[in-house]
């Protein structure tokens, strides 16, 4: 069983600062990570997913491994009111092992 | 868009009934994971199906049964419902299992 913990929040940025989301994992085997984006009522949307140790930039999104401290983070950078959602980490294995989600509201 | 879809989007049932839900993933998928998401919470794993078979089960009872069909189609039965059911219900089509999951737009069951 993995393990995926996330701070719920709510997390709160003026628009235009930088949004840090953070996420932890129980299992040291694991090799690959997935940010989702979930607006209210609606389904999951991939963000990026990340397999090495350090930075991968996609835009303004720039996810962020440290495989020997189990964590994985996602930066979002000039953060834009469309941006306020709930964003989820995954863990693969057998399944998708998802996290509860941190609220993120970007404040215009 | 995900190129998977799912029907009904929404669904109220009564407590004791019986329901079906649909997806159909994307084309050369042949693998479909089933979620139940309570609000607040996380997606949490149903099953998932590999090539028409069951590959995988979460801690959820018996009476939650999903079929996969060679047409990239799929089917969620949940019987003997409880208000405890209600949720939004999202399938995930992937290559392979493991591998990047793309999200339909799910179904909203309501138990009364």
């Known amino acids: 069983q993995k393990e995926v913990e996330q701070n719920s929040g709510p997390l709160s940025v003026p628009e235009g600062a930088i949004a840090s989301l953070n996420c932890t994992y129980s299992d040291r085997g694991s090799q690959s990570f997935f940010w989702y984006r979930q607006y209210s009522g609606k389904s999951p949307e991939l963000i990026m997913f990340i397999y090495s140790n350090g930075d991968k930039e996609d835009g303004r999104f720039t996810a962020q491994l440290n495989k020997a401290s189990q964590y994985v983070s996602l930066l979002i950078r000039d953060s834009q009111p469309s941006d306020s959602a709930t964003y989820l980490c995954?863990?693969?294995?057998?399944?998708?092992?998802f996290g509860t989600g941190t609220s993120l509201t970007v404040i215009p | 868009e995900t190129g998977v879809t799912q029907s009904p989007t929404h669904l109220i049932k009564t407590r004791g009934q019986q329901v079906t839900l649909r997806c159909s993933s994307q084309?050369?998928?042949?693998?479909v994971s089933w979620y139940q998401q309570a609000l607040g919470q996380g997606p949490q794993f149903i099953f998932q199906y590999y090539r028409e078979e069951e590959n995988g089960r979460g801690n959820f009872p018996p009476r939650f049964s999903g079929l996969q069909f060679p047409n990239y189609s799929s089917e969620l039965n949940v019987n003997a419902l409880e208000l405890d059911d209600s949720a939004l219900y999202l399938c995930?089509?992937?290559?392979?299992?493991?591998?990047?999951?793309?999200f339909g737009p799910g179904t909203r069951l309501t138990v009364l």
């Open positions: 995930a089509s992937s290559l392979v299992p493991g591998d990047t999951q793309y």
């Open positions: 995954a863990v693969p294995g057998n399944q998708f092992y």
């Open positions: 084309s050369g998928h042949n693998t």
